[in-house]
């Protein structure tokens, strides 16, 4: 009765390959253990094998070889009448298990069966494949902090720069190595920190480190710095922020350039037209003689010492903010409106053409933002006194000689007095304006310039273009006012109020630096 099955066998072999007759006999492949097994099958004997199958020798309940059992015949007959367990007879099973002739055999090879039989080094790790069968698919490296050595894999965590070797704990080392700075020990490897430690190199490993730090992969990650690894931790270009156009990207290169015509604000980094501030005039970057001592004649004690100055280039008000120009502000409500005390111009529709007057330094500053679309600010005192003394060292704007009424609305009345006695149209005292045509910058009101008010600050200011000290209680202003006497109108002059002071005598102008070396 087997003769059947054994024909069976020999024609799928034929036509499907010989492990499909195997899979009919119930064996699939070799294992250890049920879990290398697929589903539905369990080990046996070292072969995956059909939970439920009936094998010579083996009872059909318990699979359990019946000659240890009962001491007879190992030899199972299958009888025809068996249909409990094979649903007919032996000639359906040939009829229902066999392909037919005339039949596509591709059905034959798309047989679930297939998957159970897995192929080694095609990387995965499938059913029936461990790291001991099949370490290229189912071995998981295992280096962790290691840079060099065995991965446990057959494989290595990686190799050793020139010079070095590969400790028993996995790390590029030369201990010999011979040094004087931390900089001479450089393994390569970026979860160490390497140091000089007497005049022998040594190299710690990084807790948490681990191999995921990866140079020039974009990410600055633990353990690399800018010496091991300048692609990903060394300097980032900021052209991104604020979508610069143009100007330094912060790494020595620039973020664009601008085109002819234009020129690239420094607060923006953005390209503007050359002739697109109206009202203002070029002054190019320059280098100066700024504060006085007593070759000037007369020198107030915060102005000493004198020091060399360089300043970049700035477009800069030709005149004092206007009432006119400031409640253009306050319309947009872009500003608050000014002080309304006595002597406040801004109450007096007949002074829209003299300086605003009344303003705090806060308001001051967001007036130049708000007009200029942020490309704007208040003068730097190194940037006011090169416009007022330029690089010749002028005393006063117009130059050395003694003010009076016709050059600066002061006190200046020739045996004393106040020239107006009170503020004057921006545009009068043509006499007293400065060589690049800036109006006012001695007298009528005293002007907000940026910096911090420091009666010392000239004896640490840095050489280029200083911002002033970092903090202070008080602003400094400059140039006097409609009631100074020649003291306070001297270009080099210092004074200072807190930065709410809304003084009747006090107003503003506003520079736009730019980058680049620019001529009018």
């Not at 010989?18 to 253990?33: E, K, N, T």
């Not at 234009?262 to 980094?269: E, G, P």
């Not at 700024?290 to 477009?315: E, L, R």
Request: aromatic share 8%; with cysteine.
């Amino acid at each position: 009765m087997r003769t059947p099955i054994l024909f069976v066998i020999v024609l799928l072999c034929a036509i499907a390959s010989c492990r499909s007759a195997v899979m009919l006999q119930d064996y699939l492949f070799a294992c250890v253990s049920d879990d290398e097994c697929a589903a539905g099958y369990y080990c046996d004997n070292g072969l995956c094998e059909a939970k439920g199958s009936v094998h010579t020798g083996e009872d059909a309940s318990t699979g359990i070889d019946a000659e240890s059992d009962t001491g007879g015949s190992n030899e199972v007959t299958i009888e025809p009448d068996q249909s409990s367990d094979f649903g007919g007879t032996d000639e359906d099973l040939v009829e229902s298990d066999a392909p037919d002739a005339a039949e596509d055999l591709t059905s034959w090879d798309e047989s679930p069966y297939d998957a159970l039989f897995p192929v080694c080094a095609n990387g995965i790790c499938e059913t029936g494949e461990n790291a001991g069968s099949c370490p290229e698919d189912c071995c998981v490296p295992s280096c962790g902090d290691k840079a060099c050595g065995s991965n446990g894999c057959g494989s290595t965590c990686g190799t050793c720069g020139p010079g070095m070797s590969c400790n028993a704990a996995g790390y590029c080392v030369n201990e010999g190595q011979t040094c004087s700075y931390d900089s001479d020990c450089n393994d390569m490897n970026v979860c160490t920190a390497d140091s000089c430690s007497g005049s022998t190199c040594s190299f710690a490993p990084i807790p948490g480190c681990g191999m995921s730090a990866v140079c020039a992969n974009g990410l600055c990650e633990a353990g690399e710095t800018a010496t091991n690894c300048p692609e990903d931790c060394g300097c980032k270009p900021d052209c991104a922020t604020g979508n610069k156009m143009c100007g330094p990207d912060g790494c020595g290169g620039t973020c664009g350039t601008c085109y002819s015509g234009q020129v690239c604000t420094k607060l923006t980094s953005k390209c503007v037209d050359i002739n697109g501030f109206q009202g203002t005039t070029l002054l190019p970057s320059a280098t100066y003689m700024m504060g006085c001592d007593m070759s000037d004649g007369w020198c107030p004690g915060d102005a000493w010492p004198k020091h060399s100055v360089t300043v970049g280039s700035f477009f800069i008000e030709i005149h004092e903010v206007s009432v006119e120009k400031y409640s253009a502000c306050v319309s947009k409500k872009a500003c608050t409106a000014a002080g309304t005390i006595s002597k406040c111009n801004g109450k007096d529709p007949a002074k829209a053409q003299h300086p605003v007057n009344c303003v705090s330094w806060d308001q001051a500053s967001v007036y130049c933002a708000a007009m200029y679309d942020g490309h704007a600010r208040l003068p730097t005192e190194a940037e006011w006194e090169y416009a007022a003394r330029g690089t010749q060292g002028r005393l006063y704007p117009w130059g050395d000689s003694e003010p009076n009424c016709t050059y600066v609305n002061a006190w200046a009345k020739a045996g004393g007095g106040e020239c107006v006695g009170g503020t004057d149209l921006v545009t009068n005292h043509n006499a007293g304006k400065s060589p690049d045509g800036l109006m006012n910058l001695a007298g009528n009101v005293f002007e907000w310039v940026h910096d911090w008010y420091d009666g010392g600050w000239y004896a640490q200011s840095p050489s280029q273009d200083p911002m002033g000290p970092p903090n202070g209680s008080a602003r400094v202003e400059r140039g006097g006012g409609w009631a100074s006497s020649s003291e306070l109108l001297i270009g080099a002059g210092r004074s200072s109020r807190t930065p709410d002071s809304q003084g009747i005598d006090l107003g503003f102008r506003c520079v736009i630096p730019v980058h680049g070396e620019l001529s009018p």
